[in-house]
Each structure stands twice: as structure tokens, then as C-alpha cells.
């Protein structure tokens, strides 16, 4: 067997070993990025019904509540908790800070 073979059987068994390492990677990332979509809609999940339980909490009719006021305070310690993993989660951009802050809202009550 000449050289020339030799070097383009290696340069054949190379491509096609490349093309399948490119269509792996790229399967894997779309999974990825699904699964990143997926955790950043349960962070939203988490904080619309964090701030949904706020506005029951202040209404007139359960205003003291004390089992409404423990499971606030629990909601917003895990919008808190959840916000330290959001961004190791998120493969875009870091989130954006809302305005308003849980922590604050909890003192005008």
C-alpha cells in the first residue's frame, strides 16, 4: 500500500469522524438550550406565584393571616434561592433586575 493510500483513508475516517463529533454536538446543545428554556419558564412560574400570594396576603380579608404570611415568606426565600441558580442556568444573557424586590415589599406591609 502506497502512502497516498494510507493518508487518504486516515483523511477519510478523520472527516467522517469530525461530521459525526459536529452532529453529536449540535444535537446536545439543542437539548441544552431546551432545557434551559424550560428551567427559565419555571423561574417566572416561581415569581408570578410569589407575587400572586402578595397580592392575596394584601388583601383586606387575609391582611395578618398568620399561615398566609409564613408561606409569603417562604415564597420569597425561594425566589431568592432560585435566583442564585438562575444565571448558571440561563445560556443568554444575565437577567435583567426587576425594580421591585420582594425584600422591600415585605416592609411596606
Not at 469530525?18 to 449540535?26: E, F, G, K, Q, T
Amino acid at each position: 500500500m502506497s502512502w497516498l493510500m494510507v493518508t487518504c483513508t486516515a483523511l477519510f475516517i478523520s472527516i467522517v469522524i469530525n461530521l459525526l463529533l459536529a452532529w453529536y454536538c449540535i444535537r446536545v446543545l439543542k437539548e441544552l438550550f431546551q432545557v434551559s428554556e424550560s428551567i427559565e419558564g419555571l423561574f417566572i412560574d416561581l415569581k408570578t406565584f410569589a407575587q400572586h400570594l402578595e397580592g392575596v396576603y394584601g388583601m383586606e380579608m387575609f391582611y395578618g393571616d398568620q399561615t398566609l404570611e409564613n408561606l409569603l415568606s417562604h415564597a420569597r426565600a425561594l425566589v431568592k434561592e432560585f435566583d442564585k441558580y438562575e444565571v448558571l442556568f440561563s445560556l443568554r444573557e444575565a437577567p435583567i433586575q426587576e425594580e421591585e424586590d420582594f425584600d422591600d415589599n415585605s416592609k411596606e406591609t
